[in-house]
């Protein structure tokens, strides 16, 4: 199979058919607020987003159904959303329910597309793929009461399945993660690990065991979500469990949409995503250009300070953008490391030739008890 059917998902390329199958996270509920629309761009198409004003969000085709205008420029009306241009207005569903200066018999016989939506885990979740939607799947990992959710949607400047194969891909991280220590030191401290995956109901496990010890286990779920069990965060929240879900914008971008559980609750909790709120915003908004100035030699990693909030994000980026926004996967040599990466491909391969050739595809399930180990700081 050409590997140019994994990476392109726009509206009927295999890929896109495949992801479209899932529900997939369209928007961080904080980014919508009561009585807005947003444009939103998943998979090289385009949406209109609202909120209504009871606070359910409602997802839309992008244009009105009259002259096309960008239904997003318009205002809301209660649950609907009324067009800027010739106040034509459409309720949750895209049903048109009223045309300025047309008789009502013309509205009932209007409508834009519309698509399920769900609101869970600070995430804005749409089915925009064909038929029925599946079950919606849940996390009871995120749902404690004992937890903060710390969420965002950052914005990544190279193909998702450059993000996706980095999930599978273990020996990076001591290299790319090595925060200027010395990799051949690194090396003698922490030994070659000893990767083995497996395919499993949810999608893959990998398990990784270092010569001092330490056997960790991790969990990867079809078709684009990483789960990461203790990641380190900062001196306060320490480690925190994470749930991560790579969706496409268009060929050459995507979001990296991350629900993050910390220990903190109540005022305290709130605080401190507040403060990562507002770090973010700056980091999102000057990372592509580091990662640009970096991959054109004009500036070092190790001239950017290591204590951003997003220095792990952005030594990701240069590696997986640094393989080109679309990676040339023909001129790669894959190597026992790489039994992820490898088996990742070869389950992605198998489920597009099954959707091709219509066969039954994967159903895949998350487990609650599926809780990867990671050993204490």
């Known amino acids: 199979m050409d590997f140019s059917e994994m ?40 949406f209109t987003l609202y909120r209504g004003d009871s606070g359910i969000p409602y997802l839309l085709g992008p244009r009105c159904a009259h002259r096309g205008t960008q239904l997003s420029a318009g205002w809301v ?11 034509w207005k459409y309720d949750g569903t895209g049903q048109c329910v ?37 079950p919606f799947p849940r996390y009871p990992i995120l749902e404690s009461t004992e937890i903060s959710l710390d969420v965002a949607g950052l914005r990544r400047i ?22 200027h220590r010395d990799a051949a030191q690194d090396r003698v401290v922490l030994g070659d690990p000893i990767i083995s995956v497996e395919e499993s109901e949810w999608g893959i496990k990998r398990y990784v065991k270092y010569p001092d010890g330490k056997d960790l286990t991790f969990f990867f779920g079809m078709p684009n979500i990483n789960f990461i069990n203790g990641q380190v965060v900062d001196p306060v929240i320490k480690r925190a469990d994470v ?69 792990v994000m952005l030594e990701d980026e240069v590696a997986q953008t640094g393989q080109g926004a679309i990676a040339v996967r023909s001129n790669e ?5 790489d039994r992820g990466v490898f088996l990742l491909r070869k389950i992605w391969e198998r489920e597009l030739r099954n959707l091709a050739g219509g066969r039954p ?17």
Not at 13 to 41: D, H, K, N
Not at 158 to 179: E, G, K, M, T
Request: contains cysteine; aromatic residues 10%; hydrophobic residues 35%.
């Open 7 to 46: 990476v392109h998902t726009g509206p009927g390329t295999l890929a896109g058919r495949y992801l479209r199958m899932f529900w997939q996270p369209v928007c961080c509920s904080y980014e919508l607020s009561v009585g807005r629309a947003l444009p939103i761009r998943i998979m090289g198409e385009d």
């Open 77 to 87: 009306e209660g649950e609907c959303i009324r067009c800027f241009y010739h106040g």
């Open 98 to 134: 009223e045309q300025p200066a047309e008789d009502h018999a013309f509205a009932e016989k209007v409508r834009v597309p519309g698509y399920p939506v769900k609101e869970y885990i600070g995430l804005i979740f749409a089915y925009v793929g064909e038929g029925e939607p599946p």
């Open 158 to 179: 190279c193909n998702y399945f450059n993000n996706i194969d980095n999930s599978l891909d273990n020996a990076h991280v001591r290299f790319v993660h090595r925060r």
């Open 243 to 311: 749930l991560v879900f790579k969706v496409p914008v268009d060929g050459e971008n995507h979001i990296h949409f991350e629900v993050r559980a910390i220990a903190l609750t109540g005022e305290r909790g709130r605080a401190w995503i507040e403060e990562r709120r507002k770090l973010r915003v700056k980091a999102e908004r000057d990372r592509p250009e580091l990662v640009q100035a970096i991959l054109a030699g004009k500036l070092r990693l190790s001239d950017v300070d290591p204590n951003r909030i997003d220095f």
């Open 333 to 337: 040599h894959l190597g026992r490391s």
């Open 361 to 377: 595809i994967k159903q895949w399930s998350y487990q609650p008890d599926m809780v990867p180990t990671y050993p204490e700081a």
